[in-house]
């Protein structure tokens, strides 16, 4: 289970990333004008960037169990960090914005992908 989590958490980011770029704002490093997916996310140039990027790692994680499961654990226990950030830095220091809507988003992606990630089993071991 763990290994189709990264790779639908992997294509998702990507056309997120991707998707980023299309909106107004999306291709710029202001933080006074971000780009608003669905109207209530906020991105930015750097903020695409690593959409993508978290989307390739798991789509390169989901070819193991093991790299699948680091993956939703170091990914999982980030985005409920960033959920806290955002919070305290909403702008993660003038780089990206994470913080109104973003906030609760990441913290459901956060638990979804800690939760998957620390309960795996191999498919072996659920017999």
């Known amino acids: 289970m763990v ?5 639908i958490f992997g294509v998702v980011f990507i056309v997120i990333g991707l998707l980023g ?3 107004p704002g999306g291709m710029s490093m202001a ?18 960037i690593v959409h993508i ?29 960033l959920a806290i950030c955002g919070f305290v830095i909403p702008t993660t220091f003038g780089l990206i914005p994470i913080g109104g809507n973003d906030i609760w988003l990441h913290a459901a992606l956060g638990l979804v992908l ?3 990630g620390f309960t795996a089993k191999p498919a072996g071991a659920a017999a």
């Open 31 to 48: 933080l006074a004008n971000p780009g608003m997916i669905l109207g209530i996310f906020p991105v930015n140039l750097l903020h695409n």
């Open 21 to 23: 770029f299309a909106y």
């Open 3 to 7: 290994k189709r989590v990264a790779m």
């Open 114 to 116: 800690a939760g998957v």
């Open 53 to 81: 990027l978290f989307g390739v790692w798991g789509l390169v994680a989901m070819r193991s169990f093991a790299m699948a499961k680091m993956y939703a654990q170091v990914g999982g226990v980030i985005y409920i960090v």
